[in-house]
């Protein structure tokens, strides 16, 4: 008898496993895969970085390396090499948590988990057979898997996810990308560098659009240098798949429809939780007609010893997000008191220039009817950003009108993504825009654009603009 056993070995799943072993509990894991990492380390967010980078690298050297006095001659893309690449890249951090498991004495299962009651826990080889595992609380973290249109046939080789899209033989003449969110213009931005032309078809009026909408007016800004071309407020309505081409019908807001034709189209409109095959029923778990597994406060189902979390759960779906949880979850068994402000967990997306955003949005501000004031900063006018030819983007401060509490950060430029944690930190103590402004911050840094959005919040005191 295990006193837990964790369903799923993404980042919420293994993290999860990992705190429960180091709290003292004897821990199951339980993967239907091969490799642990679920969807982020093998078809996610690793490798798709890895590609993003692979694919930068090139883009510089094709068209920033002669300005900064780098001459090359006969430049071509081994896309096979950058495949091999993103793979090793994989194996190392799938590798990597199988060891965390034999170091914190977590038992691996590999098979596929099932619930047979709300305390047993049956795993399914790929040969059939099958093993019942007991446990005294159970951790579902099966992640979620990429949504698509009824009417979308994904025949994984012109009509594809983002996880074909990761291993593909060649580079798209014209990749076609339906939804202008994250994943797509993730890896719309990997093959635009390698020399693709790639379309964007997105059903609202603005790129990531769950995101502040200044970020998605510069990011699409951003991403026309390097070929995208753009259709908002488009619906798709047709896709159809003929020998190497493939044509989206999609109706604009007038009514008209267009054709776009391509080689490949990447159907990126999201995700959606993942419980098939689970039987979470045989337990009595609740699930949503959306597929979510329905949660209270401390993450616990209806189920008193059953809890659940990441992408299965409501809220955003991302990694970290999921590791936040694991950790909850894990100290919520033993008796502790732990928290997570869900405000304050950021979101990335990892285009060049990166986007990076934690706390409220200008418009969810205004929505709420809250009185705030405006920082911004541009990289135009960052030295560092000029001195890497990074100049595109701006960073932006919201923060409350009377008290200067910083009440929501949004960054597009050069490693925001990293550049965002400071603004997390500082508003976990809730920290005031003059606060920020007047902290020392290293010349020249790129994080000087947050200092200086802070200081243009604080009575418009920005020294560099």
């Known amino acids: 008898m295990y006193d837990v056993i964790v369903i799923g070995s993404g980042p919420g799943g293994y993290v999860a496993a990992i705190r429960c072993a180091q709290l003292g509990m004897k821990t199951a894991i339980v993967e239907k895969y091969p490799t642990l990492g679920g969807t982020c380390l093998n078809v996610g967010c690793i490798p798709s970085k890895a590609l993003l980078d692979s694919s930068e690298h090139y883009h510089n050297a094709s068209h920033t390396f002669k300005t900064h006095g780098i001459n090359l001659s006969d430049l071509s893309v081994d896309l096979g090499q950058m495949i091999t690449r993103k793979n090793d890249v994989v194996k190392q951090n799938t590798d990597g948590i199988q060891f965390l498991m034999k170091k914190n004495k977590i038992d691996v299962h590999q098979g596929f988990g099932s619930f047979v009651n709300a305390t047993t826990v049956k795993v399914t080889k790929d040969d059939g057979s099958a093993t019942d595992i007991q446990g005294k609380n159970i951790i579902i973290a099966t992640g979620s898997k990429p949504s698509s249109l009824p009417f979308i046939k994904l025949n994984k080789d012109r009509v594809i996810t983002s996880t074909e899209a990761l291993n593909l033989k060649e580079i798209p003449k014209h990749l076609v990308v339906i939804g202008g969110g994250v994943i797509g213009l993730e890896l719309g931005s990997v093959y635009a560098r390698l020399g693709a032309k790639v379309s964007v078809i997105e059903f609202m009026d603005s790129l990531i659009p769950t995101m502040d909408r200044t970020m998605g007016k510069e990011l699409q800004k951003s991403l026309k240098k390097i070929g995208f071309e753009f259709y908002l407020k488009h619906k798709v309505t047709a896709v159809e798949s003929k020998g190497n081409e493939v044509t989206v019908k999609a109706d604009n807001d007038k009514g008209a429809t267009v054709e776009i034709k391509g080689d490949y189209v990447l159907v990126s409109i999201g995700r959606k939780p993942y419980t098939d095959g689970l039987n979470a029923e045989a337990a009595g778990v609740k699930i949503t007609d959306r597929g979510q597994i329905e ?26 997000k999921a590791e936040e949880e694991g950790v909850f979850v894990a100290e919520t068994l033993v008796g502790q008191k732990p928290h997570i402000n869900y405000n304050l967990i950021p979101g990335v997306v990892y285009t060049w220039p990166e986007v990076a955003a934690v706390g409220y949005t200008e418009e969810q501000l205004k929505e709420q009817g809250r009185k705030y004031k405006t920082g911004k900063f541009p990289f135009l006018a960052s030295g560092r950003a000029r001195a890497s030819m990074d100049t595109d983007g701006l960073v ?14 949004h960054m597009i430029g050069p490693r925001t993504a990293d550049m965002i944690a400071e603004a997390v930190v500082a508003m976990e103590y809730r920290a005031s825009a003059e606060d920020v ?26 020294l560099h603009i």
Do not use: W
């Open 295 to 320: 949660v209270n406060d401390h993450l616990q189902t209806n189920i008193s010893n059953i809890y659940a979390i990441g992408d299965v759960v409501k809220g955003a779906m991302l990694a970290h």
């Open 437 to 462: 402004a007047r902290m020392s911050h290293a010349h020249p840094t790129y994080t000087e654009a947050f200092k200086e959005a802070c200081l243009a919040a604080t009575d418009n005191r920005a």
């Open 396 to 409: 932006k401060v919201l923060a409350d009108a009377d008290t200067d509490e910083i009440l929501g950060v």
